[in-house]
């Protein structure tokens, strides 16, 4: 133990000389500068850019030692010590440095709610520009610059409104997207911008599109925001982080992508193909089965990874110096072709269609052609989004495919659902007539025009949630032909609802209405307090921020009076065990109203009801065995990852577990209600199901 002490006293005294060695140095030695202590710096992110960044605890907040304190200097370490903010716009609060700086989000806001001449106005979605990009870069990003790239992107688009598919990996980008045309432009300054930063802090050169320092915007066609809503191509912003952007060959060959061919213009691709002998459809059976060029080879793969099989086959008693003509949807694909048919199969002239069949269809347009006739793409171009296909011409291609004669008349699935979407003439009658009701049902107020586009913008993945502008109205008129004044709300989101409710009880009325969503509860109570200001005739609107289930514990309910309207519209599953603690806790009455939302939950009731009961825990644990092991074996087949394709089947099972367990607890909503010997109901097929209930007098009492 002495010697225990020894060796920890002898520590202490090291640390302490240490720690007072700048003192013997004389200040302008340069020794100093090695063994001065660095200041310490208090890092401190915004709530906002943490949501946007969706950043961990440890990034959060941050201490950083540096020489010197000054805005460079803390940049530079934080880019540093926090990936995610690599490649973001970001600012600085110096204001209480060195103890505390802010890092804030930088310059892009929600569009969606605009400043002119310092008073709010309303800017609606008109429509969405449908839209690609590819890159590849010329020397493959550490991961840790892969995780700080996804990170900007989807700061950056999340306040854009932006929806859309796009996977980053080592090797490059791949986007499909939606942006709203009014964002149009902010989005285009924030690409040129992201990869001059790219390039200035990392030296992050482009391998393809060829001669590029910024990928070229692939503009497809203009979705107007109601078909967008009838048919949504991208319901939500999805970032992925992939092992490849184009997944080839487990052991394809090392390749120099920017020696992958020669881009070429759709409009010369479409002077020189009546004379080309190779043209190759470097795209999969069930995308040429619809629609090809004239006299193009499809190779039929399933998946690309089978490409490089294929173009062996095709092409191996074809001259080398014979020009290759290929083409994809958007030419991503093209460039691992193009490189393979150069330096493994040594053709010297490959074309490909720069921007593919997208470009192509939209060059054609532009140049103002009558694209039916002159086009010399026929049939249908397959997207990868849930629009599935885009008409071109009305008759399909003349493939060169003399082994597949029956190519015309039998697609798969997937080829003939985009066969018929992209054929569809019928107009989705019940939409249309929603829409005809919504302009003739009376007036949105501002307020609440301004709460629904606000929370379009923020919330662009959950804006199914808005009650919209008709149940709004329909829950103003059963509060004002109920006389209602105490209304209680469960599920507040960002407020619209409880609006429509305030406008109709009047400034004796009272809405209370609760919600767990802290992030969602501030947005709608800004709302609340312009309508308080706007409208000091409307009733005032208490928002308390719980769990639905703590609410509704007996003992708090104990300290409310009745009320006159009750809406359920929060926590699914939790809804009968609601009406059971507001008639134990008196609070509702002969005469209230019980509304709850989501009823027929997307039609998938009426399936339940005609399934019977619900499956049991060991159904479930074999279900999920089962598909853990078609998961593993398929992708060994596959040559992909046996781990993850086991991890995604297992949550796939857990998803589809939650969703029939949400799906049985509805229908037994619904059945409860029914039978309920103090509720008159009505179930209305209104958006997703509105149950209207009257509580009427308990037949036994009589």
């Not at 943490?50 to 803390?74: A, C, H, M, P």
């Not at 359920?568 to 019980?594: C, E, M, N, P, W």
Request: contains cysteine.
């Amino acid at each position: 133990k002495n010697m225990q002490h020894k060796k920890f006293n002898g520590l202490m005294l090291m640390l302490l000389i240490l720690r007072r060695a700048s003192c013997l140095v004389p200040s302008n030695s340069p020794l100093r500068q090695n063994i001065e202590f660095k200041k310490k710096v208090q890092v401190v992110v915004d709530q906002e850019l943490r949501d946007r960044l969706r950043l961990i605890g440890k990034y959060r907040r941050r201490r950083l030692f540096l020489d010197k304190v000054d805005e460079q200097s803390v940049r530079d370490a934080i880019r540093t010590e926090v990936p995610a903010l690599r490649h973001v716009d970001f600012a600085l609060d110096l204001s209480k440095a060195p103890e505390k700086i802010r890092v804030m989000a930088g310059h892009v806001v929600p569009p969606i709610i605009v400043e002119e001449d310092s008073s709010p106005q309303l800017q609606e979605i008109k429509a969405y520009q449908m839209l690609s990009w590819y890159c590849y870069f010329e020397k493959k990003l550490d991961d840790d610059n892969v995780e700080a790239l996804v990170s900007s992107l989807r700061s950056t688009w999340t306040p854009l409104g932006i929806l859309g598919r796009t996977y980053v990996a080592n090797e490059g980008i791949n986007a499909q997207l939606a942006v709203p045309v009014e964002t149009m432009s902010i989005y285009s300054n924030e690409h040129t911008q992201l990869f001059e930063r790219l390039q200035k802090m990392n030296n992050t050169k482009l391998a393809q599109p060829e001669n590029s320092l910024v990928p070229p915007l692939n503009l497809d066609a203009q979705v107007s925001y109601d078909e967008f809503l009838k048919q949504p191509p991208f319901k939500a912003l999805h970032l992925r982080i992939r092992e490849k952007i184009v997944t080839d060959q487990v052991h394809a060959p090392n390749l120099d992508l920017r020696d992958a061919g020669r881009d070429i213009s759709p409009l010369e691709w479409h002077e020189s193909l009546p004379n080309a002998n190779i043209i190759l459809d470097v795209r999969n059976h069930y995308e040429s089965a619809v629609g090809s060029f004239n006299n193009a080879t499809p190779l039929n793969t399933e998946t690309f990874k089978d490409t490089n099989y294929k173009l062996d086959n095709i092409l191996k008693n074809k001259p080398r110096d014979e020009p290759v003509f290929m083409f994809c949807t958007g030419g991503i694909r093209c460039v691992k072709a193009g490189a393979y048919v150069k330096q493994q199969l040594g053709f010297s002239d490959v074309r490909r269609l720069q921007g593919g069949i997208v470009n192509y269809t939209t060059t054609l347009k532009k140049e103002n052609k009558a694209i039916d006739q002159v086009s010399h793409f026929r049939g249908v171009n397959f997207v990868f989004n849930d629009r599935m296909g885009e008409s071109i011409t009305r008759d399909l291609p003349q493939l060169n495919d003399k082994k597949n004669t029956t190519q015309q008349q039998e697609f798969d699935t997937r080829a003939a659902e985009a066969l018929v979407n992209s054929a569809r003439q019928e107009k989705d009658t019940n939409y249309e007539l929603y829409q005809y009701a919504e302009k003739l049902s009376g007036e949105e107020y501002g307020v609440l025009k301004k709460a629904r586009l606000d929370a379009m913008a923020r919330f662009p993945h959950a804006a199914h949630m808005l009650c919209g502008p008709i149940q709004g109205k329909f829950l103003k008129m059963l509060c004002q032909i109920s006389g209602a004044k105490r209304v209680l709300e469960l599920g507040t989101f960002c407020g619209y609802g409880s609006l429509w409710l305030a406008s109709a009880l009047g400034k004796d009325g009272q809405v209370i209405t609760v919600d767990r969503d802290t992030r969602a509860a501030e947005i709608a109570q800004t709302h609340f307090n312009a309508a308080s200001t706007h409208h000091p005739d409307w009733a005032k609107i208490h928002l308390i921020i719980s769990d639905t289930g703590e609410f509704l514990s007996l003992q708090n309910l104990q300290s409310y009076e009745p009320f006159d309207l009750v809406v359920l519209d929060a926590d699914k599953k939790g809804y009968a065990a609601a009406v059971d603690s507001l008639f134990q806790a008196h609070l509702l009455r002969t005469g209230s109203i019980l509304v709850a939302d989501n009823t027929l939950w997307k039609g998938a009731v009426l399936g339940f009801d005609k399934a019977g009961a619900s499956f049991s825990s060991e159904h479930w644990i074999q279900r999920e065995q089962i598909a853990r092991e078609e998961a593993r074996h398929f992708a060994l087949s596959q040559g992909t990852d046996p781990d993850l394709a086991e991890r995604e089947a297992k949550q796939s099972v857990k998803s589809e577990r939650r969703d029939r367990a949400l799906l049985q607890a509805m229908h037994e909503f619904n059945i409860k209600i029914r039978k309920h010997p103090r509720l008159d109901q009505l179930l209305l097929p209104l958006r997703d199901g509105l149950t209207v209930a009257r509580v009427i007098d308990d037949p036994s009492s009589s």
